[in-house]
């Protein structure tokens, strides 16, 4: 069973661009959560998407945002870029919202 | 509010000795909690779920409500068990995040 994929591997990016991410969850799960592990901050959910609908944000501004496609796969946008976006954003997918979150390998997200 | 600590960023341990990643988390409900691994330029790949009770390439975790805690152990470290583990708390229901310790290197020296 193939995992969670994401694209791209890097992204290098200068202030005030515009990023995309994109995520393609387990066969199955219709659940994808994203996270963003900076530099010295550890894990922070960002956001998380069901059906299609996003069911809940972490503390993150607007500027960050995102959608679920009708095949579950999802895409992060990220507007304006500031230098302290560079992180390493991670995907994740479960089966429903509340079952084991399983993690894609990420995209690291530099900002010039 | 929410947390889990994980207070060692770093563990170092010889092959064959007992092995113990604390993790302690702030929660007023019922917790369901992971501990996640992540070995040198692989994903982040589930190792515990508590409600299973499992033991997963010799790791066990047992959660301790009166204490609040999560520790993850193994009675022989090995070489390869050298990785990142983070504990993490899916804590109250239907808003799907997880919230995670900042993780501990575990170091296995030969």
């Known amino acids: 069973e193939a995992g969670v994929t994401q694209s791209p591997t890097h992204l290098i990016k200068t202030r005030g661009q515009q990023a995309t991410l994109r995520c393609s969850p387990i066969?199955?799960?219709?659940?994808v959560y994203w996270y963003q592990q900076a530099l010295g901050l550890g894990l922070q959910f960002l956001l998380w998407y069901d059906e299609g609908e996003e069911r809940n944000r972490g503390n993150f501004p607007p500027r960050f945002s995102g959608r679920q496609f009708p095949n579950y796969s999802s895409e992060l946008n990220v507007n304006a870029l500031e230098l302290e976006d560079s992180a390493l954003y991670l995907c994740a997918s479960s089966r429903t919202g509340t079952d084991t979150q399983y993690f894609g390998p990420g995209t690291r997200l530099t900002v010039l | 509010a929410q947390r889990v600590t994980q207070p060692e960023k770093l563990l170092s341990v010889f092959k064959g000795a007992p092995v113990e990643l604390k993790c302690n988390y702030s929660?007023?409900?019922?917790?369901?909690l992971f501990w996640y691994v992540q070995y040198s330029r692989q994903r982040l790949q589930l190792l515990l779920r508590?409600?299973s009770r499992e033991s997963i390439k010799g790791f066990t975790a047992d959660l301790n409500k009166g204490e609040t805690s999560f520790h993850l152990k193994k009675p022989f470290a090995q070489e390869e068990d050298s990785a990142m583990y983070y504990c993490a708390l899916h804590g109250s229901s239907n808003t799907g995040k997880l919230i995670f310790g900042q993780g501990t290197t575990l170091q296995v020296k030969p």
């Open positions: 066969s199955g799960h219709t659940s």
């Open positions: 508590h409600i």
């Open positions: 929660y007023s409900g019922s917790p369901e």
